[in-house]
């Protein structure tokens, strides 16, 4: 782990002399989690004897979740690697699977670039405060837009990323792990992490969470404290969540933002239980208004911590100055309350729906139509604009 710290230049170890040359670590922050992976269980005694070398570099070196995951357990891997010779396709799986595919390049070749594009001009909190700091209703609104969508972006390039390497890793015989499940559905921000990244939360939940809480809970643990433990382990493992994704000061930041969101979830979860009672706190969440004011509240969390991957250690002054903290809560506010609306207006139009669809075959039928005509027209732009250009995968870099 030292030596993972140091080649991606965490800032803990600044101190150390950088190597002599310019290097990429590309996916070195996978590779490290499947060896950890591979050391823990067979820790547990899942796995009962060492690997041949031959194994073990096939997994750590997957090449097709090399660079951004999923992060799939060596198990599942090896299931499926060992039966390779009898692997074969029918025909529904095999265009299923060149669907996804065609998606997912179209999502990271033609609609998130458009997104990139409309907000890269305002993906520098520098010239950003320089040139609309003096206006602070017109600021939050850039910067509140700016962050929804960079979010969006992300969203599409790294999902479209999922669907490129999980057809083309099933085309070879390899059943990848999902990494998202419509996570913009969710509503709250423990329920998110489990939608997305899906591999990344779960990894974290078996080898830092569970183990983290069984031993503050077998330590200082009593029926007073649990809750308290629960949220403490919550906190640690989402802060190491944070380191995860980058090496600047930037991102302890970014961990602390995010221990501290899911903490309040936590806490909000255990009180409302423990004050409404489990039937009351139920039917509180079958009311479409309180569902849509959680959905937004999750929503406003998790883009304000992608403001975190692209904002410059340099801006730290600006981040903690008086002006752009309030501009951050006023953002938050901004996007809660315009994605509960959004949400709540989903949740109606699903409503109607529902009840005019008499032929919800035909229906389907209309809709599937349409939706291949706009993927068609995304892809189409996609060959003329970006046939020449290498695409960016964001999470390339962690």
């Given at each position: 782990m030292t030596f993972f710290c140091y080649v991606k230049k965490y800032v803990f170890v600044s101190f150390i002399p950088a190597l002599p040359f310019v290097y990429a670590a590309v996916g070195l922050s996978y590779v490290v989690l499947?060896?950890?992976?591979?050391?823990?269980?067979?820790?547990?005694?899942?796995?009962?004897?060492?690997?041949?070398?031959?194994?073990?570099?096939?997994?750590?070196?997957?090449?097709?979740?090399?660079?951004?995951?999923p992060i799939q357990y060596y198990s599942d891997f090896e299931r499926d690697f060992s039966d390779l010779g009898n692997y074969r396709l029918d025909d529904e799986e095999l265009r299923d699977?060149?669907?996804?595919?065609?998606?997912?390049?179209?999502?990271?070749?033609?609609?998130?670039?458009?997104?990139?594009?409309?907000?890269?001009?305002?993906?520098?909190?520098?010239?950003?405060?320089?040139?609309?700091?003096?206006?602070?209703?017109?600021?939050?609104?850039?910067?509140?837009?700016?962050?929804?969508?960079?979010?969006?972006?992300?969203?599409?390039?790294?999902?479209?990323?999922?669907?490129?390497?999980?057809?083309?890793?099933?085309?070879?015989?390899?059943?990848?792990?999902?990494?998202?499940?419509?996570?913009?559905?969710?509503?709250?921000?423990?329920?998110?992490?489990?939608?997305?990244?899906?591999?990344?939360?779960?990894?974290?939940?078996?080898?830092?969470?569970?183990?983290?809480?069984?031993f503050l809970i077998s330590r200082y643990g009593s029926p007073s404290t649990t809750i308290l433990m629960g949220i403490l382990a919550y906190f640690i493992t989402f802060v190491v969540l944070g380191l995860w994704h980058g090496s600047t000061i930037i991102f302890v930041y970014?961990?602390?933002?995010?221990?501290?969101?899911?903490?309040?979830?936590?806490?909000?979860?255990?009180?409302?239980?423990?004050?409404?009672?489990?039937?009351?706190?139920?039917?509180?969440?079958?009311?479409?208004?309180?569902?849509?004011?959680?959905?937004?509240?999750?929503?406003?969390?998790?883009?304000?911590?992608?403001f975190f991957l692209w904002v410059p250690s340099s801006a730290t002054p600006l981040i903690f100055g008086k002006f752009f903290m309030l501009a951050f809560a006023a953002s938050f506010v901004l996007i809660a309350v315009g994605f509960s609306f959004y949400a709540l207006a989903e949740d109606i139009c699903m409503r109607v729906a529902g009840k005019l669809m008499l032929n919800e075959r035909c229906s389907m039928s209309v809709l599937k139509h349409l939706g291949s005509g706009v993927l068609f027209f995304f892809f189409v732009y996609s060959v003329i604009s970006q046939c020449n250009n290498a695409p960016t995968f964001v999470y390339e870099a962690f």
């Open positions: 499947r060896i950890l992976h591979l050391c823990m269980e067979r820790y547990y005694g899942t796995i009962e004897r060492p690997l041949p070398l031959s194994s073990y570099f096939n997994y750590t070196t997957n090449f097709t979740a090399l660079v951004s995951g699977t060149f669907n996804r595919l065609f998606v997912g390049f179209i999502k990271v070749y033609g609609i998130a670039p458009i997104l990139y594009d409309s907000v890269s001009r305002y993906l520098n909190l520098n010239s950003l405060m320089g040139v609309h700091g003096y206006n602070f209703i017109v600021f939050v609104a850039i910067f509140s837009v700016t962050s929804f969508v960079y979010i969006v972006y992300l969203y599409l390039n790294f999902s479209g990323y999922m669907d490129i390497v999980c057809a083309f890793a099933r085309l070879c015989g390899i059943r990848m792990p999902e990494n998202f499940n419509k996570p913009f559905k969710a509503t709250n921000f423990i329920d998110f992490w489990t939608r997305w990244h899906i591999t990344l939360g779960l990894w974290l939940k078996r080898y830092i969470f569970n183990p983290l809480l069984h970014c961990g602390l933002y995010l221990g501290l969101g899911v903490s309040i979830n936590k806490l909000y979860q255990d009180l409302s239980r423990k004050k409404l009672g489990k039937k009351r706190v139920k039917k509180l969440k079958a009311n479409q208004f309180y569902v849509a004011l959680c959905r937004g509240l999750t929503i406003a969390s998790f883009t304000l911590t992608g």
